[in-house]
Structure formats: structure tokens, C-alpha cells
């Protein structure tokens, strides 16, 4: 069964990084654009935050993480990351991890249960 694992999440400082895992299991992600979303509450639409391409030669990022944050992936150990700096207080959310086949969009695509990420003093 194909899955998707994130970690990493916690507590964090303004200013404070932090980097998220997202391990796949039951299938490679090689062929596969890895995206990594957030909700910044319940019922709130989940907003794209960075993507990647199947090998990594392109990525793609919200505007406000521009500069900050850094999608990464090892297609040997299946698994993609979110290496995240400067971290803000309207970054606290629900970080999911996304694995589709198209770039645009994530429909029939595999979804993580999520991490909490949440940046407060």
C-alpha cells in the first residue's frame, strides 16, 4: 500500500528552522513530482507551499517562503524534505507531504497525515 510519512514538525522560536521528512513506502517516488502543502487551520484550504520535480531539477515555491524554505529529494532512499529557516509565526501550520504525477495539480495523488509545525515564543 503506497503511504507517506512526515516527521520533523514541533515547536520552534521565531527566526528557528526546522527540517521535515517525508518517507514513502510501497512505491518509488521517482517518477513522481513531490509537493509539500500546509493548512493553517482546520477547514482553511491547503495552500501549496514548494514542489519538485521528479528528479529534482526543478523546483517551485509560495511567495512567502521564497528565500526560506528548501524542498529537496533522494530518490535512492525515498524520501523528500523540507529543509524551512526564519521561521515566522504565519508559518504554523499543518505541513502535508503530496506525491502526484502532475505538476499543477494533485488530483489522484498520495497524501501524508501530516506534521505540525507551530513557530511561537
Known amino acids: 500500500q503506497a503511504q507517506l510519512v512526515e516527521s520533523g514538525g514541533g515547536l520552534v522560536q521565531p527566526g528557528g528552522s526546522l527540517r521535515l521528512s517525508c518517507a514513502a513506502s510501497g512505491f518509488a517516488i521517482d517518477t513522481y513530482v513531490m509537493k509539500w502543502y500546509r493548512q493553517q487551520s482546520p477547514g482553511a484550504e491547503r495552500e501549496l507551499v514548494a514542489r519538485i520535480r521528479e528528479f529534482g531539477s526543478v523546483t517551485n515555491y509560495e511567495d512567502s517562503v521564497k528565500g526560506r524554505f528548501t524542498i529537496s529529494r533522494d530518490n535512492t532512499n525515498n524520501t523528500a524534505y523540507l529543509e524551512m529557516n526564519d521561521l515566522k509565526p504565519e508559518d504554523t501550520a499543518v505541513y502535508y507531504c503530496?506525491?502526484?504525477?502532475?505538476?499543477?495539480?494533485?488530483?489522484?495523488?498520495?497524501w501524508g497525515r501530516g506534521t505540525q509545525v507551530t513557530v511561537s515564543s
Open positions: 503530496n506525491a502526484g504525477r502532475s505538476w499543477r495539480t494533485s488530483i489522484d495523488s498520495i
